[in-house]
């Protein structure tokens, strides 16, 4: 099981086939959207550079976790943001 830290990234991740759909909890974003304008606009510019291999996956994905509240934005609540230059993704087998 995984926690993903990058909204852009770890979608991108799995619709490259690098992480599966199956295995991610929910991705922890330094995105701070709060309607539903935004969240469009966010997946529209994230399909022009990071989701190129697949949008239409990519999409449904994004909202998929959307809709399930499966995409938590500290940045809404807190301005503390984290860091994913050392990798986006916590393993939860390697934590315990």
């Not at 994905?61 to 860091?83: C, D, E, V």
């Not at 986006?88 to 315990?96: A, P, S, T």
Request: charged share 25%.
């Amino acid at each position: 099981m995984k926690i993903g830290l990058s909204l852009s990234f770890c979608i991108r991740d799995i619709i490259e086939g690098r992480v599966n759909e199956e295995d991610v909890i929910c991705i922890i974003s330094n995105t701070k959207i709060t309607n539903m304008d935004e969240f469009d606009s966010c997946c529209d510019m994230y399909c022009k550079v990071y989701w190129l291999s697949n949008q239409r996956r990519a999409l449904y994905l994004a909202m998929k976790y959307w809709q399930q509240g499966r995409i938590i934005q500290p940045r809404t609540f807190s301005n503390n943001i984290h860091y994913v230059g050392d990798g986006h993704w916590i393993d939860l087998k390697e934590v315990n």
